[in-house]
């Protein structure tokens, strides 16, 4: 499944909001295959894939435009991952990115608080971890959007 992710995270890097969040669905819809992460048990992997696809999807889902989208992903996130389950840490970096992305619409701006958040929870990027081959996560990559294109 963390597969999925990391080609979502590529997308979304490189501003392909809809292939994105299709390569979410598919991480957060599969059934019966393992998450790929190096955790206490499968079932921890499940439920950090889980967690941080939803988180995934809410920033996706605004950089889009798609307020609506991203709420319900958003609520489903908070509901589903409360405090003292693995994936609580990804519910705070969404609780930071809606701030951040309520106080003006720009997704940007949503992302900036939440690595904000990431840089001083380590969790958030250590949870994450598939292996030596696979992309290392940084507190950045944990919400990176395209760089604004320079106008002149």
Not at 27 to 34: E, I, K, R, S
Not at 116 to 139: F, H, S
């Amino acid at each position: 499944l963390v597969q999925y992710v990391h080609d979502g995270d590529e997308a979304l890097a490189q501003g392909g909001h809809a292939e994105a969040i299709e390569h979410y669905m598919q991480a957060l819809d599969t059934v019966g295959m393992d998450s790929g992460l190096f955790l206490g048990s499968e079932e921890d992997g499940l439920d950090v894939i889980q967690a941080y696809t939803l988180f995934k999807l809410v920033v996706s889902h605004a950089a889009a435009g798609d307020v609506a989208s991203a709420e319900s992903y958003y609520d489903r996130l908070l509901a589903d991952h409360p405090g003292g389950t693995l994936g609580h840490v990804f519910a705070r970096l969404a609780e930071a990115f809606w701030s951040g992305f309520a106080a003006n619409g720009n997704a940007a701006t949503g992302c900036q608080e939440a690595v904000a958040v990431a840089e001083v929870e380590p969790l958030a990027t250590d949870l994450l971890y598939a292996g030596y081959a696979n992309p290392e996560y940084t507190p950045a990559r944990l919400c990176k959007l395209p760089d604004p294109v320079a106008t002149r």
